[in-house]
């Protein structure tokens, strides 16, 4: 069960997009459309942000969209704005039922 | 509102034990798997258990695996979290999430924590 592995850090100025990708096996993200992405603020808990791979929940902007390819889904975050600025997670389902995470990363609008 | 208050954190010895509570309020808590995530100090999230609706399957990371139990009260909407031969590595806020989406892949609630310091 080792965490999916994301950037430790990504950057963009306001009005940018950025990407965060989100590396895992053909256990986990290889093998199933279950990656979820999360955002959480400084000494706050995680919000979810995207399911299912691609989906938004109601209420989160269209400025997020997610993604898979093989092993790897991302996260993109198109028009940066400064409350964008947050750690990021992904999660996966995998094959022995269980959950992981990925290991986060940390965006910065410049 | 969907709310979920977890309780009973605290500083607990190293080899002791500690019992998690989440108090689910404004939603129909039997029909919805829970999960425990925790986050070490400056850490990642890390996903440690997860129960059936029914509480009838249980599954927990490797590492806590017997030493940590999960359960729940239908009755008394509460989720709980059994933990025994705490170690240090144990320090983390713990939070309490809903499953939900496909697969229970995702979790769409989750409380606001509670801090677990396991310290001599």
């Known amino acids: 069960q080792s965490a999916l592995t994301q950037p430790a850090s990504v950057s963009g100025s306001p009005g940018q997009s950025i990407t965060i990708s989100c590396t895992g096996t053909?256990?986990?993200?290889?093998?199933?459309?279950?990656v979820s992405w999360y955002q959480q603020h400084p000494g706050k808990a995680p919000k979810l942000m995207i399911f299912?791979?691609?989906n938004r929940p109601s209420g989160v902007s269209d400025r997020f969209s997610g993604s898979k390819s093989g092993n790897t889904a991302s996260l993109t975050i198109s028009g940066l704005q400064a409350e964008d600025e947050a750690d990021y997670y992904c999660?996966?389902?995998?094959?022995?039922?269980?959950?992981?995470f990925g290991t986060g990363t940390k965006v910065t609008v410049l | 509102e969907v709310q979920l208050v977890e309780s009973g954190g605290g500083l607990v010895q190293p080899g002791g034990s500690l019992r998690l509570s989440c108090a689910a309020s404004?939603?129909?808590?039997?029909?919805?798997?829970m999960s425990w995530v925790r986050q070490a100090p400056g850490k990642g999230l890390e996903w440690v258990a997860r129960?059936?609706?029914?509480?009838?399957?249980?599954y927990y990371v490797d590492s806590v695996k017997g030493r940590f139990t999960i359960s729940r009260d239908n009755a008394e909407k509460s989720l709980y979290l059994q933990m025994n031969s705490l170690r240090a590595e144990d320090t983390a806020v713990y939070y309490c999430?809903?499953?939900?989406?496909?697969?229970?892949?995702?979790?769409?609630?989750w409380g606001q924590g509670t801090l677990v310091t396991v310290s001599s």
């Open positions: 999430a809903r499953d939900q989406c496909r697969g229970n892949s995702c979790y769409d609630y």
């Open positions: 053909s256990s986990d993200i290889g093998d199933y459309n279950y």
């Open positions: 404004g939603f129909t808590f039997s029909v919805f798997g």
């Open positions: 129960i059936k609706e029914d509480g009838s399957v249980k």
């Open positions: 299912e791979v691609v």
């Open positions: 999660s996966s389902y995998t094959s022995n039922s269980s959950r992981v």
